[in-house]
């Protein structure tokens, strides 16, 4: 089947007053970064939609790209026609033969008169249309109500768009809209789930990843950097970085205190994350903590680990079962990366039994009693390094210098 164009919707977004353009600008920005492989392609923006013109590139790949774009609800193949009664028959005639018809397969046709000098009205335009529709194809049924196909029909003065299929797209807000987070990014299956349900509330995220080196290996970091090239095929560009976490987690070793061990780390963390989040503009950390699921993310250790910093924490999972999140990894992709069996710096250290119910004062003790803690901390901010991944693709150097202006002024 050949279309001329696809017709992109806006969800939520156009409820949203005077954000609307921002938002609409967001999208179209994203819109034009994901489709850039596909030359041809053209994006005509109007109030309230969106459309892109194939020019012969492949729906079905363009829909499979568009439909990652936050801030889209759905998406219509779309056939264009000359606005003239003749053609527009022949249009319908020729797109509705193509469509999968079985016996008894409801339809009616919606037009929509937005070129009002057209000679005829809506209401006789669903006849005009419909009735040569049903002679040519007998299995052809009227139903008004909830048919099968709803042929719409949109008149406007240079042309006239004819669709009736809508592939459900991702929703959301449009990247950024919502202001900059920092994501405590693992290896694991669910903090790559955080970021991406994160990102589709429109929130632009930086990802930190903390590593033990030589406690973990290479393979485990590129791993982290695997996960953050698929995520920033949703967020066009996304910063990584990688925060050397040997010296701040051996600190907490030979303490006596196994038992705090992930607690103190988690805290660590949560210092370090602040302290990069302060100065790259975040107003927020986002973890992939799911409540219950182990013993850092009881509630009391979650209100212990909260407190090392002043930002909010999102979790966006908090109340997601473990089996939804498992499903939404493979469908955005990040499942099989995330079961690679590299180690992550917290499960080297965890103790057997690590406690449940943490107790604040003790943790803050240690902490006190720790006097060059403060100081690692801010080594460990130092020595952070910053890869940049770019559409699924990790920058050079130069690269990222050169980049960094055109995509500041491209996106936002
Ligand atoms: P995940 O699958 O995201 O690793 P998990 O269920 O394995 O989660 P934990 O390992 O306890 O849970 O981690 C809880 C959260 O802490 C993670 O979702 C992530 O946000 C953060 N986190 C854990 N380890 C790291 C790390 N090495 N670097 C950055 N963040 C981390
Ligand atoms: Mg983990």
Request: net charge neutral; with cysteine; aromatic share 6%.
């Amino acid at each position: 089947m050949t279309y001329d164009m696809l017709l992109l919707r806006f969800g939520e977004i156009t409820l949203k007053g005077k954000n609307r353009n921002r938002f609409e600008k967001s999208v179209l920005n994203h819109v034009r970064s994901v489709i850039r492989p596909f030359p041809k392609a053209k994006i005509l923006k109007e109030y309230g939609r969106m459309y892109v013109e194939l020019n012969g590139e492949s729906p079905e790949a363009l829909i499979n790209t568009l439909r990652k774009v936050f801030g889209i609800v759905s998406i219509s193949p779309v056939r264009v026609s000359p606005s003239e009664l003749d053609a527009i028959v022949e249009t319908a005639l020729d797109f509705i033969g193509k469509s999968e018809l079985s016996d008894g397969t409801t339809f009616k046709v919606s037009t929509r008169r937005v070129w009002k000098k057209f000679p005829h009205s809506s209401h006789e335009m669903n006849h005009l249309i419909g009735s040569p529709l049903l002679r040519a194809y007998p299995q052809l049924k009227v139903q008004v109500k909830q048919p099968e196909i709803e042929l719409k029909v949109e008149i406007r003065e240079d042309r006239t768009y004819l669709f009736h299929k809508a592939v459900p797209a991702v929703g959301g807000y449009p990247l950024g809209t919502n202001g900059k987070a920092m994501l405590l990014l693992s290896g694991g299956i669910d903090s790559p789930v955080a970021a991406w349900s994160a990102m589709r509330r429109g929130l632009e995220i930086e990802c930190v990843h903390f590593y033990s080196y030589p406690y973990t290996s290479q393979l485990a970091k590129d791993k982290v950097i695997e996960l953050t090239k698929i995520l920033s095929n949703y967020a066009g560009r996304i910063k990584l970085h990688l925060v050397p976490f040997t010296d701040v987690q051996t600190s907490f070793t030979g303490l006596g205190q196994d038992k705090l061990m992930i607690t103190l780390m988690r805290r660590a963390m949560l210092r370090i994350t602040t302290m990069i989040a302060e100065r790259d503009g975040a107003m927020a950390i986002v973890t992939g903590d799911s409540l219950g699921q182990v013993a850092s993310q009881t509630l009391s250790s979650m209100n212990v680990i909260g407190r090392a910093t002043d930002l909010p924490i999102l979790r966006p999972l908090v109340t997601t079962d473990k089996n939804d999140i498992v499903n939404l990894a493979k469908e955005i992709g990040t499942y099989e990366t995330s079961i690679l069996p590299y180690e992550d710096c917290c499960t080297l250290f965890v103790p057997k039994s690590p406690t449940t119910n943490p107790n604040l004062k003790i943790v803050e003790s240690i902490e006190h009693s720790l006097t060059d803690l403060s100081e690692k901390i801010r080594i460990a901010v130092e020595n952070t390094e910053t890869v940049i991944l770019k559409n699924g693709i990790q920058m050079t150097k130069n690269d990222n210098e050169h980049q960094d202006e055109v995509v500041k002024e491209e996106w936002f």
